[in-house]
């Protein structure tokens, strides 16, 4: 018994990560959703109630709106008054001051001497300047008339106090002037720079007071506008849920999950989380298993698509505990466009479905943001094609926007009833997720580092001709290159018309025969002298040397960091099939000796893919058609046939999902294509 299990758990290890895969992805899912209970009812402003009477099952408070709460908010921030403050000290520090500065500056007059009296004249001015008050202006005083009243502290003492009884510095400064008219010109002179040095602010705006009084009164504002009573009908069955109706609903939806729900146990709740993110995660299962079986085997890939699906449950949740935020800022539009990237549009819009019904069921307003984001998904998925054009992005980008705005406003105007009345916020939150949704690009360049993924972009990279390892094979085997390049046209072609990643194909087939470089004048195509090396060689060295240039083309390729899925048609395009020639020459010069055929097949594997798969067909074909004596449309036509039909007949194929369907049109496409490359023109009747 304990060794049947152990081999089924040898054999079965990949299957039971997988499962263990999805089953940590629902239990962390499960700790973000809300531990509290869902108010069962589903409605909406303006729309009929379509459920049974609804009675309440216990008294709670009528919450007031968010806007109701703003206005009396900013009636608190209108009607506080400002709170000023007496600094007692600061007149007695500036008269003794003055005093000593006066006797200081009358050491210098020739008699050396200030009367007393007009030291205490100027020093009691100073006083009655400084008992009326000089205020120091600030922001909080801009625009103010005369008559702005605020609240001026005092020692303990507060009481309501005019803008305009106080003096501003000039003010007290011209006061001043005006109360020494009565001395002579030099005796003006001699104290005004003094006075001037010796009036300053003593009274000053008190924000801590101010901003104390302001929260205080802010807390008191009550959260609530009236009680309805355990028992009270709230709504009857057909009535339209107008805004007091929605107001008491909300109420009791928001008191009802605050509390977890009448009498709820919470490891119900978890319970009831952990069945349905299951059933969530199991659909996205199934569907991989049944219509994406290459996803589903590859726990990588799953890996990555789980992940995707949980930062965006995370993200959600994070900023969903955030009341000044909306929900609408997380870019979602961004998870079909990277999964887009890396996978098909069926994958990405299922992956994004799943992803979005989760979110939809701890989020405000569940149908609402299910529509939307539903409907920007499958915007992005449609209009990002491919990122092989950077505007490609940005034009994605304004689509999902526009999609937004319309799909928002649409269900606005159906459930207000009102233009006027749509919350134009939402708008700019909607702009804020477009903008975020532009970081794909870096996003997509990070997981193609983690988890060893293509991009179209990087694609696009490493097929241009000018990079180092192309340009190594043109400079070294130019006769490959050429051959690579008829074999890339042939391909994508070909993929073009059945369906198929079109750039991961022509960029392998341009890579697939790199291994050629170490010895190019052992194949044919770059042999422009007329000698052949393997006249000297015996057929076995010689088919050796030709098929280990699939082994030199897989070391050259991990050594420039090609990525894996290009590699596949290097590993792949020769399959299991036989060095022929070599073959059937070994076979005739010893008919004696019993051939070991491994040492003239190559060691595969067989393609796995269609595109490795067209490859494998092109690759033949176009090799071979360069040796036709004659070219016309029987002899390319007969050439086709034989190749393609002879690698069905080994088996070159079973692994792959290509049909006899696409067999016949790729023929088609190799015999016009080929016809067009040696200019064959249709023989007309006589």
Same mark, same amino acid.
């Given at each position: 018994?304990?060794?049947?299990?152990?081999?089924?758990?040898?054999?079965?290890?990949?299957?039971?990560?997988?499962?263990?895969?999805?089953?940590?992805?629902?239990?962390?899912?499960?700790?973000?959703?809300?531990?509290?209970?869902?108010?069962?009812?589903?409605?909406?402003?303006?729309?009929?109630?379509?459920?049974?009477?609804?009675?309440?099952?216990?008294?709670?408070?009528?919450?007031?709106?968010?806007?109701?709460?703003?206005?009396?908010?900013?009636?608190?921030?209108?009607?506080?008054?400002?709170?000023?403050?007496?600094?007692?000290?600061?007149?007695?520090?500036?008269?003794?001051?003055?005093?000593?500065?006066?006797?200081?500056?009358?050491?210098?007059?020739?008699?050396?001497?200030?009367?007393?009296?007009?030291?205490?004249?100027?020093?009691?001015?100073?006083?009655?300047?400084?008992?009326?008050?000089?205020?120091?202006?600030?922001?909080?005083?801009?625009?103010?008339?005369?008559?702005?009243?605020?609240?001026?502290?005092?020692?303990?003492?507060?009481?309501?106090?005019?803008?305009?009884?106080?003096?501003?510095?000039?003010?007290?400064?011209?006061?001043?002037?005006?109360?020494?008219?009565?001395?002579?010109?030099?005796?003006?002179?001699?104290?005004?720079?003094?006075?001037?040095?010796?009036?300053?602010?003593?009274?000053?705006?008190?924000?801590?007071?101010?901003?104390?009084?302001?929260?205080?009164?802010?807390?008191?504002?009550?959260?609530?506008?009236?009680?309805?009573?355990?028992?009270?009908?709230?709504?009857?069955?057909?009535?339209?849920?107008?805004?007091?109706?929605?107001?008491?609903?909300?109420?009791?939806?928001?008191?009802?999950?605050?509390?977890?729900?009448?009498?709820?146990?919470?490891?119900?709740?978890?319970?009831?989380?952990?069945?349905?993110?299951?059933?969530?995660?199991?659909?996205?299962?199934?569907?991989?298993?049944?219509?994406?079986?290459?996803?589903?085997?590859?726990?990588?890939?799953?890996?990555?698509?789980?992940?995707?699906?949980?930062?965006?449950?995370?993200?959600?949740?994070?900023?969903?505990?955030?009341?000044?935020?909306?929900?609408?800022?997380?870019?979602?539009?961004?998870?079909?466009?990277?999964?887009?990237?890396?996978?098909?549009?069926?994958?990405?819009?299922?992956?994004?479905?799943?992803?979005?019904?989760?979110?939809?069921?701890?989020?405000?307003?569940?149908?609402?943001?299910?529509?939307?984001?539903?409907?920007?998904?499958?915007?992005?998925?449609?209009?990002?094609?491919?990122?092989?054009?950077?505007?490609?992005?940005?034009?994605?980008?304004?689509?999902?926007?526009?999609?937004?705005?319309?799909?928002?406003?649409?269900?606005?105007?159906?459930?207000?009833?009102?233009?006027?009345?749509?919350?134009?916020?939402?708008?700019?939150?909607?702009?804020?997720?477009?903008?975020?949704?532009?970081?794909?690009?870096?996003?997509?360049?990070?997981?193609?580092?983690?988890?060893?993924?293509?991009?179209?972009?990087?694609?696009?990279?490493?097929?241009?001709?000018?990079?180092?390892?192309?340009?190594?094979?043109?400079?070294?085997?130019?006769?490959?290159?050429?051959?690579?390049?008829?074999?890339?046209?042939?391909?994508?072609?070909?993929?073009?018309?059945?369906?198929?990643?079109?750039?991961?194909?022509?960029?392998?087939?341009?890579?697939?025969?790199?291994?050629?470089?170490?010895?190019?004048?052992?194949?044919?195509?770059?042999?422009?002298?007329?000698?052949?090396?393997?006249?000297?060689?015996?057929?076995?060295?010689?088919?050796?040397?030709?098929?280990?240039?699939?082994? #030199?083309? +897989?070391? %050259?390729? *991990?050594? /420039? $960091? !090609?990525?894996?899925?290009? @590699?596949?048609?290097?590993?792949?395009?020769?399959?299991?099939?036989?060095?022929?020639?070599?073959?059937?020459?070994?076979?005739?010069?010893?008919?004696?000796?019993?051939?070991?055929?491994?040492?003239?097949?190559?060691?595969?594997?067989?393609?796995?893919?269609?595109?490795?798969?067209?490859?494998?067909?092109?690759?033949?074909?176009?090799?071979?058609?360069?040796?036709?004596?004659?070219?016309?449309?029987?002899?390319?036509?007969?050439?086709?046939?034989?190749?393609?039909?002879?690698?069905?007949?080994?088996?070159?194929?079973?692994?792959?999902?290509?049909?006899?369907?696409?067999?016949?049109?790729? #023929?088609? +496409?190799? %015999?016009? *294509?080929? /016809? $067009? !490359?040696?200019?064959?023109? @249709?023989?007309?009747?006589?």
């Amino acid at each position: 018994m304990f060794n049947k299990l152990a081999t089924y758990f040898r054999n079965s290890h990949e299957t039971l990560q997988r499962i263990l895969l999805f089953a940590i992805s629902a239990f962390i899912i499960v700790l973000l959703l809300p531990a509290e209970g869902k108010f069962k009812y589903e409605y909406q402003k303006g729309k009929p109630w379509k459920h049974d009477n609804l009675v309440a099952p216990y008294s709670f408070p009528i919450n007031k709106t968010a806007e109701e709460l703003d206005a009396e908010v900013q009636t608190v921030k209108t009607n506080t008054k400002l709170y000023f403050r007496t600094d007692s000290l600061v007149a007695a520090a500036k008269i003794a001051e003055f005093r000593k500065a006066a006797e200081e500056k009358g050491k210098e007059k020739k008699d050396g001497k200030v009367p007393e009296k007009d030291i205490q004249h100027c020093a009691e001015i100073l006083e009655t300047i400084y008992a009326k008050g000089i205020i120091r202006l600030g922001e909080e005083l801009e625009n103010k008339d005369a008559e702005f009243v605020f609240q001026l502290v005092d020692g303990n003492e507060s009481r309501d106090a005019k803008f305009g009884e106080f003096y501003t510095i000039q003010a007290a400064y011209n006061q001043a002037q005006e109360k020494l008219k009565g001395m002579s010109e030099r005796e003006k002179d001699f104290f005004a720079d003094l006075l001037a040095n010796a009036i300053t602010h003593n009274i000053f705006y008190d924000q801590e007071t101010t901003s104390k009084i302001m929260e205080d009164e802010m807390n008191a504002i009550s959260r609530d506008r009236g009680m309805v009573e355990e028992g009270v009908r709230i709504i009857d069955k057909g009535d339209i849920v107008d805004y007091d109706k929605f107001q008491k609903l909300e109420s009791l939806r928001a008191n009802y999950e605050t509390k977890g729900g009448v009498n709820s146990k919470f490891y119900l709740i978890y319970l009831g989380h952990s069945i349905m993110i299951g059933l969530s995660l199991m659909v996205l299962y199934l569907f991989l298993v049944l219509f994406r079986k290459q996803i589903a085997i590859d726990n990588l890939k799953v890996s990555f698509l789980l992940l995707i699906v949980l930062l965006m449950v995370f993200a959600a949740r994070m900023i969903n505990n955030v009341s000044t935020l909306s929900i609408y800022i997380v870019p979602f539009a961004l998870l079909p466009v990277i999964v887009r990237t890396f996978f098909d549009t069926r994958v990405a819009l299922f992956t994004h479905l799943v992803t979005t019904l989760i979110i939809g069921y701890f989020v405000p307003n569940g149908y609402q943001f299910v529509y939307l984001q539903l409907m920007a998904g499958i915007v992005s998925i449609f209009s990002f094609v491919n990122m092989q054009k950077r505007v490609q992005l940005f034009l994605s980008a304004g689509l999902i926007f526009i999609t937004y705005c319309t799909a928002y406003f649409a269900m606005s105007v159906v459930q207000e009833g009102n233009i006027t009345t749509i919350d134009t916020m939402y708008f700019a939150w909607f702009g804020i997720s477009v903008l975020l949704t532009l970081f794909a690009y870096p996003l997509i360049f990070i997981f193609e580092k983690i988890f060893g993924f293509v991009s179209e972009a990087t694609l696009l990279e490493l097929s241009n001709t000018n990079g180092k390892l192309l340009r190594e094979l043109a400079t070294k085997a130019p006769g490959t290159f050429q051959h690579s390049l008829q074999v890339a046209n042939l391909t994508e072609s070909a993929l073009f018309q059945i369906g198929g990643n079109v750039l991961l194909a022509r960029t392998g087939a341009l890579y697939h025969d790199i291994g050629k470089m170490d010895a190019p004048s052992y194949f044919i195509e770059n042999q422009v002298s007329g000698i052949n090396p393997h006249d000297e060689l015996e057929f076995d060295e010689s088919a050796h040397i030709i098929i280990n240039h699939v082994l #030199k083309g +897989i070391e %050259k390729a *991990k050594k /420039a $960091n !090609i990525p894996d899925s290009v @590699i596949d048609f290097i590993r792949t395009h020769h399959g299991t099939t036989m060095v022929q020639y070599f073959y059937r020459n070994y076979l005739k010069n010893y008919p004696e000796e019993e051939v070991d055929k491994k040492l003239f097949t190559y060691p595969g594997p067989i393609p796995f893919s269609k595109e490795t798969a067209v490859l494998m067909m092109a690759d033949s074909v176009e090799a071979a058609s360069r040796s036709l004596k004659s070219y016309t449309s029987e002899t390319i036509e007969k050439l086709v046939d034989d190749i393609i039909n002879h690698q069905v007949a080994e088996n070159q194929f079973v692994n792959t999902d290509i049909t006899f369907r696409d067999i016949t049109q790729i #023929k088609k +496409i190799f %015999k016009k *294509k080929l /016809a $067009n !490359i040696y200019h064959v023109r @249709i023989e007309y009747p006589k």
